[in-house]
């Protein structure tokens, strides 16, 4: 018998012969208390440095015509340079291009990161318990709507655990990874914490690639915690989200297919998830360089974490057995590696890693990306997101990734990497922090 089957057995038996862990309709519910949440709107301010848009124009053959659609394509740009001290310490100097939070973007799967961090950081609360990364978390059901989890057959022994979605989550941006994330968390923790970290236009509100209602996204499953022998170590109720939001008037195209029915007007995303780039942008480089944000902007997690993030974040799926993404044709080693490859299918300099987190959907691309090449001594941060819809029609699966998106990304990537190669520095830095050993 393997040790997957053998797994699957011993835990559900042990899941039925616990009561608190048993799937009911009757399950209690947590209720958080009615309050209005500390997000703000953001302001209508549209910032460009001199420096970067110079460089964006050094090419109009690659740029020139997306940079005169700017506003229509939604482009923004950020830009950091890192330079070192005497002790190594970096010394970041970021620049901008047509960034404006108020013009809102669907912030796609870049939202798992900071997902993901909070999920380290909601674990540190719960290490009296003897839980980490890697214990048993089971997802049960309260509702009809929600769904179960009592194994993960892409784990070494088949065991869900928050360690392996977020390892799914970095590799291949798993939609279903970041639901049990979002349902582990729970939508008042995620938001009181990126709102009292400083992303006070942040909204997380609902789960991805499900068709959830906000009332439904509110609520979010019971979860049980086990140890190897399939004790309940801690058990958490369902969790429902009482708080209430400024209104939004977040829309985006011309139209929207509703099933086989065209509708004529913009699309409503009010009720959708929120997040500006340049909070996504800064999260990154908090997980990078924490000493060299505020304490506030900080995740509390702890090195090992930070550790762990950065290695899964530039591991790339043909180097990862568990899921088995090496074995499986549908991943290729640039997959989720917009900026700089592109759409490219072949294999990457082994000099170069690209630590990152992308998104796409409904037009929208993104990518937010600390880029190093270990050889020559070049590191930066750059994210962009560009709106690839040229046909204004949402949820008719004809997007412009692949003529508009993708070249863009990698177009960028280029420029910038080759800003980087020329750009003098009094001081290398030293890189071997970034260096890990892959799975394969």
Known sequence: MSKFIFFCISMVASILILPSCAPTKNLPVMTIPTVESRAVLPTDSSRTDAYLEAILNQNPALFGKLLSQKKELNIQVIYTQIDRTAKGHPVLKTYRYNVNPAHYFYPASTVKLPIALLALQKLQSLKSFGIDRNTSMITETGLPSQTAVYNDPSSLDGRPTIAQYIKKILLVSDNDAFNRLYEFLGQDYINQSLHHMGYQDAQILHRLQTSLSAKYNRITNPISFLDSAGKQLYSQPMIESKATYLPRKDSMGIGY?????????????????????????????????????TPAQQFSISEEDRLFMLKYMSQLPTETTYPPYAAD??????????????????????????????????????????????EKKIEFFLSASIYCNSDGILNDDRYDYDSIGFPFMKNLGKLIYETEAARPKKRLPDLSSFIFTYDK
């Open 257 to 293: 297919m509703a099933g086989n029915k065209l509708v004529k007007a913009a699309m409503d995303f009010s009720q959708k998830n929120r997040m500006a780039l340049e909070d996504l942008h800064t999260i990154l480089v908090s997980l990078v360089f924490p000493a060299a944000m």
């Open 329 to 374: 044709s549908n991943y290729w080693p640039a997959y989720c590696k917009f900026l700089l490859f592109g759409a490219a299918k072949g294999p990457l300099p082994s000099a170069i890693r690209v630590f990152n987190k992308v998104g796409d959907a409904y037009g929208q691309m993104l990518d937010i990306a600390y880029v190093v090449d270990y």
